[in-house]
């Protein structure tokens, strides 16, 4: 049996104080700077969607339509209301970064480095500075990849419950997330650590997933499956940004802050080349078919930022080795 870095022999590291203090401090300064830029347009479209609840919407789930319905009735519509929640989840996001290097074994100086990288990407500052539901893909990716370190470490197969409640929660706020779990569970597949796949877990998590969705999928059905038409104009009117492998490969180093790349990419040959990450390769390789599937797609750069989290924490891990 491999034993790792993080057995339940070694002490714990604790977030407190400093990965706390760098998420509230990443909160704070969107909250600071909330009046500064305007509302986001698409914000006031899901403002105009919470008026009008449904199960779903020719744009989007109805996730983000529910929250902008919460933000009516609690905190009110102003800027820095809106953008409350969107800094939260960023916030949320900076804590679980930290959380997944703990795991992977990193101590007291790499659990710090991860949450400050967490902070650092300009993408998740934009993102976080919009009501919109990409802030909430990305903890919810994080949180996905998560459950898998946890499920790699403990084997404790009724974790798959729990992949399968955040991956229907994510169809609910973005549809992009079924190719993250997919990429998840292929990368598990691809190697040795295969058999937490065989269970009859996992066949339990997919059918929460899948009621937690099924309002949707219902709504798409019966309304002809708007969103596919949709995408299927949007691509027929020449919207989508259309770049070679090697263009797209070079915004992806751009849009994380070419600051942050030694990290990401150091975490990515950590997942594939080191020993001590041999029970973690899974996250290279899911990693990998993220990155490919948007490329072969031609989706927009910034789809594939979620991805990035868990390479952070390997990259924070593997610095403070270095």
Request: glycine letters at 6%; hydrophobic letters at 55%; aromatic letters at 16%.
């Amino acid at each position: 049996m491999i034993k790792h870095p993080s057995s339940n022999d070694a002490p714990r590291v604790s977030l407190w104080p400093w990965v706390y203090a760098i998420a509230m401090t990443y909160f704070a300064l969107h909250l600071a700077t909330s009046t500064r830029y305007g509302y986001f347009r698409d914000a006031l479209y899901y403002l105009a969607c919470s008026e009008h609840l449904a199960f779903g919407y020719v744009d989007q789930p109805p996730l983000i339509a529910v929250l902008a319905w919460i933000a009516r009735h609690t905190l009110g519509t102003s800027l820095p209301a809106l953008l409350f929640w969107p800094a939260l989840a960023g916030a949320a996001r900076i804590v679980l970064v930290a959380a997944f290097a703990r795991e992977l074994g990193a101590k007291r100086f790499g659990v710090v480095l991860a949450a400050a990288l967490a902070a650092t990407p300009g993408v998740w500052w934009v993102i976080d500075h919009q009501f919109a539901m990409n802030s909430l893909e990305t903890i919810l990716w994080t949180g996905c990849a998560y459950v898998i370190l946890l499920l790699l470490k403990t084997r404790n197969s009724k974790l798959w419950v729990v992949f399968g409640a955040i991956v229907g929660v994510g169809l609910e706020n973005k549809y992009s997330i079924a190719v993250f779990a997919f990429a998840l569970i292929a990368g598990v597949l691809l190697t040795r650590q295969r058999r937490i796949l065989f269970t009859i877990w996992i066949l339990l998590g997919g059918a929460l997933a899948v009621l937690i969705f099924l309002p949707n999928l219902i709504w798409n059905i019966q309304n002809q499956w708007p969103f596919l038409e949709l995408m299927r104009n949007v691509r027929a009117t020449g919207k989508d940004v259309i770049l070679p492998p090697g263009r797209y490969l070079l915004q992806q180093i751009l849009m994380m802050n070419p600051v942050s790349f030694p990290f990401w990419f150091g975490g990515l040959i950590y997942y594939f080349f080191s020993r001590e990450a041999k029970a973690y390769r899974a996250f290279g390789f899911a990693f990998v078919i993220t990155i490919a599937f948007f490329m072969v797609t031609h989706g927009k750069d910034y789809y594939s930022a979620p991805a990035y989290a868990m390479l952070l924490a390997a990259g924070a891990t593997v610095a403070e080795r270095l």
